[in-house]
């Protein structure tokens, strides 16, 4: 027997407990506790945790902030804070952190009573939903018996490294004609600079002073743009940080630098866990690129001739349509952004908050 229940939960007693579930769950970096507790007191301002479990230990665990929308109204992120300052992280890879071999039923029951079992007793029960951002599956949120809205879905392709080493590891041969002659090309122009490097912070300092360097380059290009650029919120300066201070000692941060004779192509901020290097984030040099250097496909390049080296499974680019995702990737999956819930017309939130007026105690939803 499997028992869900809701509560609202002491963070700073949640990470041993998470660990012990992470160490027998099938799991994304994204669902470890190394990005899930990465400042977690000041994105979940109202915590909310999802737990099954049976007689002997916990089976599913999640981690949700809410946030009211109106009065009597309350949504449920999951992973997430609901604030777009601090979601500015973005969440990928997400979902309820599950056993390995959780049954499908046993999610969707989990989604159901995130739906409408009570964190407390002044809490209304019609009026919750569910944000799920950047989920693989989503066929299990249809299960969960609600409304299902999708608001977005994204191409998240990625390079099967499994599926080449069985084919003789030949990379280039799994690509396209025109991407072969774009690779070989760029690679041939930054070797006659000096011969081509691939460097990994090997300490947390110089691991800070990469990404620091990384940023003004991401930047650089993307106010050349008129863009923002990821690195002009405070926020994700300041929770990379602290997430290089959590993950490098466990080996799941790298940031790499390619050069060519010393000089500096282009940096890259991967995340490795389980097999899997992540391509999160990167800033590369177009200053000094000529017309056949393309930074971004040679830094690329070699981050996957180097995960194949260290017998990795998969270089993940993560969600994104961008055109060097595409030409460097051996498949793709669809990432998913779902609204799931109540289907708020405003007749119906009308017609709730009446039936919830027409109460004899009324609630409040805190």
């Known amino acids: 027997m499997i028992d869900i229940e809701l509560s609202c939960p002491d963070l700073a007693e949640l990470g041993p407990r998470w660990r012990a579930l992470e160490a027998r769950a099938d799991c994304s970096f994204f669902q470890s506790w190394t990005w899930t507790g990465c400042l977690a007191a000041e994105r979940y301002s109202s915590p909310v945790l999802l737990v099954a479990r049976d007689d002997r230990r916990d089976k599913v ?14 949504c449920l992120w999951l992973g997430e804070s609901g604030d777009r300052t601090l979601d500015s992280i973005y969440i990928e890879h997400n979902g309820l952190l599950t056993e390995a071999g959780a049954t499908d039923r046993l999610i969707a029951d989990c989604l159901h009573a995130a739906r409408i079992a009570p964190i407390d007793l002044r809490q209304p029960l019609f009026a919750r939903r569910l944000m799920l951002s950047g ?26 490294l499994v599926a080449l080493r069985r084919g003789g590891a030949d990379y280039l041969g799994a690509l396209s004609a025109n ?23 090997d300490s947390i300092s110089e691991a800070h002073q990469f990404l620091d360097s990384l940023a003004a380059l991401h930047q650089a290009r993307w106010t050349d743009r008129g863009r923002p650029g990821a690195f002009a919120a405070p926020f994700f300066r300041r929770f990379h940080g602290a997430l290089i201070e959590r ?110 007026g027409s109460r004899p105690n009324g609630f409040s939803c805190h």
Request: glycine share 10%; net charge positive; with cysteine.
């Open 179 to 201: 991407t072969r002659q774009q690779l070989r090309r760029s690679d041939r122009a930054y070797a006659a600079m000096g011969p081509l490097a691939l460097h990994r912070a």
């Open 135 to 160: 989920v693989l599956n989503a066929g299990l949120a249809t299960e969960a018996g609600s409304a299902v809205r999708l608001l977005r879905s994204h191409a998240a392709p990625f390079v099967d």
């Open 247 to 356: 993950g490098f000692p466990r080996g799941e941060i790298d940031l790499l630098c390619a050069t060519a004779g010393g000089q500096v192509i282009g940096y890259l901020y991967n995340f490795r866990y389980r097999g899997q290097a992540l391509a999160y984030q990167s800033g590369f040099d177009y200053r000094v690129a000529d017309k056949h250097q393309k930074p971004g496909l040679t830094c690329h390049h070699a981050a996957i001739r180097k995960s194949l080296a260290d017998g990795l499974d998969r270089y993940d680019f993560l969600a994104g349509d961008d055109r060097y995702k595409r030409s460097l990737s051996t498949g793709t999956d669809l990432m998913h952004w779902l609204e799931i819930g109540v289907p708020w017309a405003p007749h119906r939130l009308l017609r709730g908050l009446r039936k919830l």
């Open 61 to 74: 665990l999640g981690l949700f902030n809410r946030r009211p929308v109106l009065p009597e109204l309350v």
